[in-house]
Antibody
Framework: EVQLLESGGGLVQPGGSLRLSCVAS????????MSWVRQAPGKGLERVAG????????FHADSVKGRFTISRDNFKNTLHLEMNSLRAEDTALYYC??????????????WGQGTLVTVAS | EIVMTQSPATLSVSPGERATLSCRAS??????LAWYQQKPGQAPRLLIF???TRATGIPARFSGSGSGTEFTLTISSLQSEDFAVYSC?????????FGGGTKVEIK
């Protein structure tokens, strides 16, 4: 059974940092592209970062580029999101998601339950 | 960037009734559309991809249709466990984008 368990969220002041982690089980992380997707209060889902199976290619949304960094440790089956220079608008529930490749793009076929990040003073 | 617009924002439906949710893309995405279900405190779940193909384990009461820019998710007879938020996602172009969601609530 595929499971994704996020951790690392919490309350942080503007300008602060957090590191989110996602431990995967039931499949080998080294085989799949993975993503971080967030949902701010009252807003839709937003893919903020992605990493190919070997970690060689990454994606960061313009909204987080230069501040967030996705990385992975395939030996530990763990995905990370390093978040720096946090802003109030980064407040959201952050989900780790496994991607399923299709001919034209990616689906998000399994998700974790999310970890809440609150940026406030 | 392709903008996905969902309507209505909230849909009030009685158990056993049909629910029809809409998703519109700002440009043609062929059939490269997925639907997800979100419930509070739970992991989101993939329901539909390819606009109309049910994911593994998804009940037949969920159906998707449409192509190009207009898409519909239909829940034929709402069960108690179907009251949730539903989001569409396009995977035609990068970046991947989602709609704002439709909340299906009990009438």
């Amino acid at each position: 059974e595929v499971q994704l368990l996020e951790s690392g969220g919490g309350l942080v002041q503007p300008g602060g940092s957090l590191r989110l982690s996602c431990v995967a089980s039931g499949f080998s992380l080294s085989t799949y592209t993975m993503s971080w997707v967030r949902q701010a209060p009252g807003k839709g889902l937003e893919r903020v970062a992605g990493s190919t199976a070997d970690g060689g290619t990454t994606f960061h949304a313009d909204s987080v580029k230069g501040r967030f960094t996705i990385s992975r440790d395939n030996f530990k089956n763990t995905l990370h999101l390093e978040m720096n220079s946090l802003r109030a608008e980064d407040t959201a529930l952050y989900y780790c998601a496994k991607n399923r490749p299709l001919q034209s793009g990616l689906l998000f076929d399994y998700w974790g339950q999310g970890t809440l990040v609150t940026v406030a003073s | 960037e392709i903008v996905m617009t969902q309507s209505p924002a909230t849909l009030s439906v009685s158990p056993g009734e049909r629910a029809t949710l809409s998703c519109r893309a700002s440009q043609s995405i062929s059939s490269d559309l997925a639907w997800y279900q979100q419930k509070p405190g739970q992991a989101p779940r993939l329901l539909i991809f390819g606009a109309s193909t049910r994911a593994t384990g998804i009940p037949a009461r969920f159906s998707g249709s449409g192509s190009g820019t207009e898409f519909t998710l239909t829940i034929s007879s709402l069960q108690s466990e179907d009251f949730a938020v539903y989001s569409c996602q396009q995977y035609k172009n990068w970046p991947l984008t989602f709609g704002g969601g439709t909340k299906v609530e009990i009438k």
